[in-house]
């Protein structure tokens, strides 16, 4: 059969077919973006602290004090989640006891947050924080909260996903893997009629059609991309680079309310860091080899996050730039990773296996809060696992196979080879190459 490109070059690369698909395929997608990084500022949680009763019965100076202090960040700041007993606290009071000259406030028993808490609106004036007092106590409900956000997100990406099959045809190539030579041609002729091209008269040849129609199709499934050692690994490498990738790009999404300054610039930052982030990928992606070119963004991004704890207290604004040049380095490797995830697997499983790394992406982001969360224990231990992991991720991706230049391989056994495993060619493949059929190494070229 001749080449899917050489029967379809009529129809151009870059017409108003193409570019119809390409808007409706984006489009499908920004509604998810709006709605993640949304919770940066929804979730957003406000200093506080306990809330002492306008009916308790306490001096000006007692109600002053009546919140142990803390060392934060070098400053002292109001204890979060607790109070210095309100009963005893009264009690002084009533006595005319001065706090820290007639009590040693060190010494006194101190309470949770019986009354609730004051929230301040210096940043926000409401969010799901204080709505729902998700502190102290409760802590453990705020990254889940977000963990259960993300879930709705992931929800939301297969609604929009099923949406965006009533309105984008099916691929072609995928149609003529399965023999389903009819339906592709429809497609095919109509991309043709929208581009104002007059297709031929016979785009797929009679003989040629009758010949694969004849033959049994081989149904694929999930398991296909366990079946081969190979395909295994790629899976597998494939699973833990996009679940890293997630975690760092939405943990730092996420922490962007931590950093020093304020926080609508910051979250301005973060998203305009993006841009020269996806131009740079695609530059990459047209010049540089996959591996080194994605390599090379996790490395920065990485590294870079592991350089934020050395940076000096009075230099807090050079900390949020190095943040943002992680969150660049990994903006360009999260963009990157669609394009060599889909040339890696072949044709007949390829959709499946973007789907499997797309979902364990899903539960990245489902992690992620509770990273951004290690930081109410060490402020710099999120940009250390963080950058740890991404660095990891991207010697690992040193090991997948190159498919830049490479014609895209349309059936498993014309997968290119993870490197350090030595291929074995299958007794079916070796007869092949006996009656001088083309080698599996001769991979067909591909489009959309």
């Known amino acids: ?29 920004i509604p998810n973006g709006f709605n993640g990084i949304s919770f940066v500022f929804l979730a957003g949680i406000p200093e506080h602290h ?3 009763p306008g009916a308790a019965n306490l001096s000006s100076a007692w109600r002053n004090h009546s919140i142990p202090l803390l ?32 009590v040693d406030l060190g010494q006194l028993e101190q309470e949770s947050c019986l009354d609730g808490w004051e929230f301040s609106q210096d940043v926000f004036l409401s969010t799901i924080v204080t709505e729902w007092n ?32 009533r309105f984008i045809p099916e691929s072609p190539r995928w149609l003529i893997s399965q023999g389903r030579f009819e339906e592709a041609e429809v497609i095919i002729r109509k991309a043709a009629k929208m581009n104002g091209i007059v297709a031929p008269s016979t785009i797929f040849d009679p003989s040629e059609f009758q010949d694969l129609s004849s033959k049994k199709q081989q149904s694929h499934h999930i398991l296909d991309l366990l079946r081969t050692r190979n395909i295994r690994i790629v899976t597998i490498m494939c699973i833990i680079l996009w679940m890293t990738i997630s975690v760092g790009y939405f943990g730092l999404s996420l922490d962007t309310p931590n950093l020093y300054g304020d926080i609508y610039v910051n979250g301005f930052l973060s998203a305009v860091v993006e841009v020269p982030a996806y131009i740079l990928a695609w530059l990459l992606l047209q010049y540089v080899p996959r591996r080194y070119s994605l390599a090379t963004a996790l490395f920065l991004g990485g590294s870079v996050l592991l350089f934020v704890q050395l940076v000096p207290p009075d230099l807090n604004y050079l900390a949020t730039v190095l943040v943002m040049v992680g969150k660049f380095g990994i903006t360009a490797a999260f963009s990157m990773v669609y394009v060599y995830t889909a040339e890696l ?14 979902t364990a992406s899903r539960l990245g982001s489902i992690l992620s809060p509770y990273f951004v969360y290690l ?24 090991f997948l196979p190159e498919s830049f230049g490479t014609p895209l391989p349309d ?38």
């Open 1 to 29: 059969m001749r080449d899917y490109e050489e029967v379809t070059a009529f129809l151009g690369e870059w017409g108003p077919f193409q570019r119809l698909i390409f808007f409706l395929l984006s489009a499908s997608i």
């Open 50 to 52: 306990c809330r002492i």
């Open 71 to 102: 060392q934060r960040d070098g400053r002292e700041v109001p204890d979060s989640c607790h109070r210095y007993r309100l009963a005893a606290v009264a009690n002084f009071s009533a006595l005319g006891l001065e706090p820290g000259r007639d």
């Open 134 to 165: 998700l502190v102290c106590k409760d802590d453990w409900k705020t990254p889940l909260s977000m963990s259960l956000f993300f879930v709705g997100v992931l929800v939301g990406s297969f609604v929009s996903g099923q949406l965006s099959d």
């Open 345 to 358: 697997y072949p044709t007949v499983v390829r959709n499946m296996g973007v789907g499997v790394s797309s």
């Open 375 to 398: 930081g109410a224990y060490d402020r710099f231990l999120p940009y250390i696992l963080m950058g740890s992991l991404t660095i990891l991720t991207a010697i690992l991706t040193l």
């Open 411 to 448: 059936t498993i056994d014309q997968m290119l080879r993870v490197k350090g495993l030595k291929h074995r060619q299958t007794p079916s493949l070796t007869r092949m190459l006996k009656d001088g059929e083309e080698s599996p190494t001769i991979l067909k070229a591909t489009a959309f």
